[in-house]
């Protein structure tokens, strides 16, 4: 089983609508998660961070972390075509180390 | 703060030829990571450094892989010799001590290897 997994995609949503993205993730020790979002040819930019289970809001951006699950989901509210974007999430392990998804590429249609 | 500082942009080389790779992360940021991206295998940590020191080389692929952080501001990522399958992104990233607030990356050099 890979540490992290995402839903490669492409996801597309509608502009206006609320973009909703999953990773799950394989080592149970885990306490700090990340979204980052990586526009094409350039580096990935930290979005939002996680320790605790529930929800944490940042303006039109929601995480939402159950660990019991071992699940880590990302929503957009209100999505623009400027979130278009490949998002990746990323999960700190039990060595301190942050391991990565492969990334889903989100596609918002005006 | 001009971020974290990668060089070169892209850089063209042929088969068997030596790569270097430069980093300078920001001031301050004890953690310096050396990430690869490719599609198939997305973003994968070589190495990192604490302090200086290396802490983790396993994800470095192999012995043609080496890296140095010869001072607090300057990290290399050496590949000799070069070889097509190395053709990818490498992405230096740096963090502050408490690493769980997670990492600032570069701009990438985009390496290919003919």
């Known amino acids: 089983q890979k540490e992290v997994e995402q839903n490669s995609g492409p996801l597309s949503v509608p502009e206006g609508a609320i973009a909703s993205l999953n990773c799950t993730y394989s080592d149970r020790v885990s306490q700090s998660f990340f979204w980052y979002r990586q526009y094409s040819g350039k580096s990935p930019e930290l979005i939002m961070s996680i320790y605790s289970n529930g929800d944490k809001e940042d303006g039109r951006f929601t995480a939402q972390l159950n660990k019991a699950s071992q699940y880590v989901s990302l929503l957009i509210r209100d999505s623009q075509p400027s979130d278009s974007a490949t998002y990746l999430c990323a999960v700190m392990n039990r060595d301190d180390k942050i391991i990565f998804g492969k990334g889903t590429r989100l596609h918002i249609l005006p | 703060d001009a971020g974290v500082i990668q060089s070169p942009r892209h850089e063209v080389t042929e088969m068997g030829q030596e790569v270097t790779l430069r980093c300078k992360p920001i001031s301050g940021h004890d953690y310096l990571f050396w990430y690869r991206q490719t599609m198939m295998r997305g973003l994968e940590l070589l190495i990192y450094?604490?302090?200086?020191?290396?802490?983790?080389d396993s994800g470095m692929p192999e012995d043609r892989f080496s890296a140095k952080m010869p001072n607090a501001s300057f990290s290399t990522l050496k590949i000799q010799p070069s070889e097509p399958r190395d053709s990818a992104v490498y992405f230096c990233a740096s963090t502050p001590s408490d690493s769980g607030n997670g990492y600032t990356f570069g701009s990438g050099t985009r390496l290919t290897v003919v």
């Open positions: 450094f604490n302090n200086n020191v290396p802490i983790d």
